[in-house]
């Protein structure tokens, strides 16, 4: 997979050099590229931004330096199948970010993220891009950020976790938060009776059974349970495509 990123920012990128998401670059697993946005400006003091028309608090990053950078990407990707990047945008009027669309980006053999500032971008750099390729607006969620740069680290890590080799142990993926509509279970460690002060907290006897079965069976509640407690939204999802039919709720 190729990816995509054009930030003035480029520095805020750096944390996808660390762990899991630096290893499968080394591995040739993901290929990276960071672009910064101020190399696609025209003016000695490489201008990304201007007041807005209509006037409003905030300043808005100018069309231009945008198209330009966005062809960059385009034609720097470009192969003999003249295959497009898609476009992805953080904003906080963008369609939810879900594990389910991470599993559909990971399928997609380019991505592209245009990290934007102040109160955003020139509504025409969209219909540029989509002149040419794909265009998505995604929100991490409904709180406010200050730009998208968070919002990518995020969404590039969920994307890229998911590729073949990235996670050493692929089974860890299954049974995490938000596969299947669930919550992940509660998970244990050495020691199995924990001395903590003046309180001895001991490991659900299950899981020292050796009863696979009954390990099974008790996640999975543990996941309905935690579910139903913590985002009855989801239950809500869930029950109408059948997810839940053993779910008790009281
Ligand atoms: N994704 C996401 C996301 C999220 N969940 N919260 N905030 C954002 C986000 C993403 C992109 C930008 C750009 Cl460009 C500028 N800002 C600042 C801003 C703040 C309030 C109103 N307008 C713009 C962004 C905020």
């Keep these: 997979m190729r990816l995509d990123v054009v930030s003035i920012f480029p520095e805020y990128l750096a944390p996808l050099d660390l ?23 025209s003016d000695r003091h490489r201008t990304v931004d201007d007041s807005p028309f209509g006037g409003g608090a905030g300043m808005v990053m100018k069309p231009e330096p945008w198209a ?18 898609h476009l992805l945008v953080p904003g906080p009027g963008g369609v939810p970010f879900t594990q389910a669309m991470a599993h559909r980006l990971a399928a997609e053999p380019w991505l592209a993220f245009a990290c934007g500032r102040y109160e955003g971008i020139d509504e025409r750099v969209y219909e540029h891009a989509a002149a040419r390729m794909p265009v998505t607006v995604v929100s991490l969620g409904d709180y406010v950020l200050n730009g998208g740069e968070v919002a990518v680290l995020a969404m590039v890590e969920a994307v890229a976790r998911l590729l073949p080799g990235v996670v050493g142990n692929a089974a860890s993926l299954v049974e995490e938060s938000h596969e299947g509509g669930l919550l992940e279970y509660p998970v244990y460690t050495r020691p199995a009776s924990w001395a903590d002060g003046d309180t001895v907290r001991d490991v659900p006897p299950v899981l020292l059974s050796g009863d696979h079965g009954a390990i099974a069976r008790w996640r999975h509640d543990e996941r309905v349970a935690r579910t139903a407690a913590r985002r009855p939204d989801l239950v809500a999802v869930a029950a109408t495509v059948g997810g839940l039919d053993d779910l008790e709720v009281t």
């Design 68 to 85: 330009a950078a966005l062809d960059h990407v385009v034609s720097d990707g470009a192969g003999p199948d003249a295959a497009v990047p």
């Design 19 to 41: 762990s899991l998401i630096g290893r499968a670059r080394r591995d040739g697993l993901l290929a990276l590229h960071v672009h910064d946005l101020r190399e696609f400006t």
